[in-house]
């Protein structure tokens, strides 16, 4: 049964350790009440941005792990990032993907291809070290470990519902401020 | 007249501009060990205009490339890099400016990261100032700068190279978007 995009987060919160996280759109509400600490940034003004900003962080970060909370429309609008991650390939990076098959912020208007896109097909083929999906909390709770200890790059495409709130409903702080605060956190640690 | 800048002339120059992030960085945070290498990053969409900087690039062991598919994608690693604190430039074409531009906004306006843009103007006149040029893509990428408040100048020759530091510091003094403008084909 699908996940509940906020029971995901919750079991990923559990066991992020030091992680470095990105979450955007709907992702990004449910986290900031979860985990409401410093060492996020919200993709938040430049759409589809998540994948590519967590590549950022993480080769500049290379010694903590970094956790992107990706959506599925988003990641269509920068679907080349794929290709870009790998060529990079960070091994400290792991991309979730909250697969709901809507965009949720804009009215749950369908995403091209519907629910039948593969993302785990897209990222094996261009290149990612691993990439596999996971239909129910039982089944991530089990993987989760692996999965974040495995070689990166790392794609995780999960089965979601819809989101309790979206950026439209819950606002957050903006990017600009995010970003300052995790890089004084970071540069003081 | 403008005229062409040897690629050895941007990555020297670029290798002292990392020397200098590096240290800025250095007294930014004291207690961070900075990794032996890369120097920087050049967030690169290929660019005719520069292919030969990107071919010596690609002899360098100090920087490191990294090849996006789109130039939104480069402005977003930029801002991965600003925030982990490692220094870094965005190396593009005119056409991938016009391109990124709700990116650039997002990330280096809105979101104050330092970015520094190398720019090509494929298809600039030897003869005739950009903004009167025949082309489109040339023509319009200064007023577009304009429109958004990019600072931005010219690299019209050799001597011009000393813009490149200059420039970076401009955009980590703004935290914004700076942005250089390579008038000829390197050699």
């Known amino acids: ?189 | 007249m403008p005229e062409s800048i040897p690629a050895s002339l941007i990555v020297d120059a670029l290798k002292d501009t990392f020397r200098e992030a590096r240290a800025a960085l250095a007294a930014e945070a004291p207690a961070r060990r900075p990794p032996a290498e890369p120097l920087g990053w050049v967030l690169s969409v290929p660019d005719t205009h520069q292919r030969t900087v990107l071919a010596a690039l690609d002899k360098e062991r100090a920087l490191r490339v990294v090849t996006c598919a789109t130039e939104d994608e480069a402005n977003a690693i930029a801002a991965g890099l600003y925030i982990g604190g490692e220094p870094y430039v965005v190396m593009i074409q005119h056409a991938g400016l016009y391109a990124s531009v709700n990116t650039l906004r997002g990330v280096a306006i809105d979101g104050r990261v330092p970015v520094l843009y190398l720019i090509g103007l494929l298809g600039r006149e030897k003869d005739r100032d950009p903004r009167d040029s025949r082309h489109s893509m040339v023509r319009y990428c200064e007023p577009l700068l304009d429109t958004f408040g990019v600072p931005h100048a010219r690299l019209e020759g050799p001597d011009d190279v000393r813009l490149v530091p200059e420039y970076y510091r401009l955009a980590w003094q703004r935290r914004g978007p700076a942005a250089l403008l390579v008038g000829l084909e390197t050699s």
């Open chain 1, 1 to 189: 049964m699908a996940m509940k995009p906020e029971d995901a987060l919750r079991e990923i919160a559990r066991v992020r350790g030091e992680a470095i996280c990105v979450p955007t759109m709907t992702t990004a509400p449910g986290w900031r009440t979860i985990a409401p600490d410093d060492l996020s940034v919200t993709c938040v003004g430049f759409m589809g941005g998540a994948s590519a900003l967590g590549l950022g962080l993480a080769l500049a970060r290379p010694e903590r792990r970094v956790l992107v909370f990706d959506g599925d429309g988003s990641l269509l609008m920068q679907l080349g990032s794929l290709a870009t991650i790998a060529g990079a390939a960070p091994r400290n990076l792991v991309h979730f993907v909250f697969k709901n098959a809507v965009y949720h912020t804009s009215g749950a208007q369908a995403i091209p291809g519907g629910a039948g896109v593969d993302f785990v097909l897209m990222a094996k083929g261009a290149g990612y070290r691993m990439a596999c999906a996971i239909a129910d909390l039982a089944e991530l709770r089990r993987r989760l470990p692996e999965l974040l200890r495995a070689e990166g790059p790392v794609l995780v495409e999960l089965a979601t519902t819809l989101a309790d709130a979206t950026p439209m409903t819950a606002p957050g702080v903006p990017f600009g401020a995010q970003v300052q605060a995790l890089r004084e956190a970071l540069l003081a640690g």
